[in-house]
């Protein structure tokens, strides 16, 4: 397998870590490529470098990921079950309709990357580095991502029942319609956070921080009136 480092030509080809000539693998433009429905089980692509890259319904299951760095990539309704991808580094990729059911993203670092759609499941993320980003429609029920700054990440219709966000800073997030039955927001600061109509009612808020605006939010919740 070749290894892409920094120095490597821009034109990356997907001829590098799939077998030349595999159905499903094109060339879309002089700059993108695109993989279909290929299978990369198994795959070996520690400390490489992915950048504008397409995949569509391909597999990554027990593959080692681990010090991968992805820019503009997309990965769309991708399998990342038992992935490692730990201390992997991703800047405006994309991983829509994805599959991260015990993945290890330990130390994982993402700038502005979506998430539109995409299911975890018993994910290890201690240390992952969120900056930005969008995880609307996912699912993330039973998720573990306390003492993480979450600041402006969208959450905007994700399921977050029984996820655990202790600790963590939602500052300017934004939780417009998402689900948090069962949410621990323990200590988090929602202050900024968009919460639209959510009803808090049933959410641990113990020593959390919330703004003015949130306060009043949850006086109407609770059907109580100052003064």
Request: hydrophobic share 40%; with cysteine; glycine share 10%.
């Amino acid at each position: 397998m070749t290894s892409w480092d920094e120095s490597a030509d821009e034109r990356l080809k997907f001829t590098d870590f799939v077998d030349e000539g595999d159905a499903g693998v094109e060339e879309t433009d002089a700059h993108v490529q695109l993989a279909t429905e290929v299978d990369h089980r198994g795959l070996d692509a520690t400390g490489q470098r992915f950048e504008r890259l397409i995949f569509e319904r391909c597999l990554f299951g027990d593959a080692a990921m681990s010090r991968l760095l992805t820019v503009g990539c997309s990965f769309v309704s991708c399998d990342f079950t038992q992935t490692d991808l730990s201390h992997s580094r991703h800047a405006h990729s994309a991983f829509v309709s994805c599959a991260f059911r015990e993945t290890v993203l330990t130390e994982a670092s993402f700038s502005e990357c979506r998430f539109t759609g995409s299911v975890f499941a018993d994910i290890a993320a201690q240390g992952i580095h969120i900056d930005g980003g969008d995880f609307g429609e996912a699912d993330l029920t039973d998720a573990v991502l306390t003492d993480l700054d979450l600041s402006g990440v969208r959450f905007c219709g994700s399921n977050l029942t029984g996820a655990n966000l202790s600790g963590s800073t939602l500052c300017n997030a934004d939780l417009r319609d998402a689900v948090v039955s069962g949410i621990d927001l323990r200590n988090a600061d929602l202050r900024g956070a968009e919460l639209g109509a959510l009803d808090l009612r049933f959410v641990d808020l113990t020593g959390a921080k919330i703004d003015a605006e949130q306060a009043l939010h949850l006086v109407r919740a609770f059907g109580l009136e100052i003064g």
